[in-house]
């Protein structure tokens, strides 16, 4: 992530069965990954890895509030 954000969306080249695994790496500021459907906010810290269906779930990242709940 050049910008440190990613606008809510839903991968186009995987298949609902498939998961994608999220691999974050590096130093950055704290994040939120974010599943809008299923209301859900996480922390995404370096050395994170989310296993979740890109093509079935909507989802993106932005940068994190002190009000998020993980």
Known sequence: LNDCTTPYHMDINGQEPWLDMLIMVG??????????????????????II??????????????????IS
């Open 27 to 48: 130093d950055y500021w704290p994040l939120d990954f974010v599943v809008p459907t299923l209301e859900l906010r996480l922390k995404y810290n370096p050395g994170m």
């Open 51 to 68: 296993a979740m269906s890109g093509s079935a779930l909507e989802h993106g990242v932005r940068i994190c509030s002190r009000t998020c």
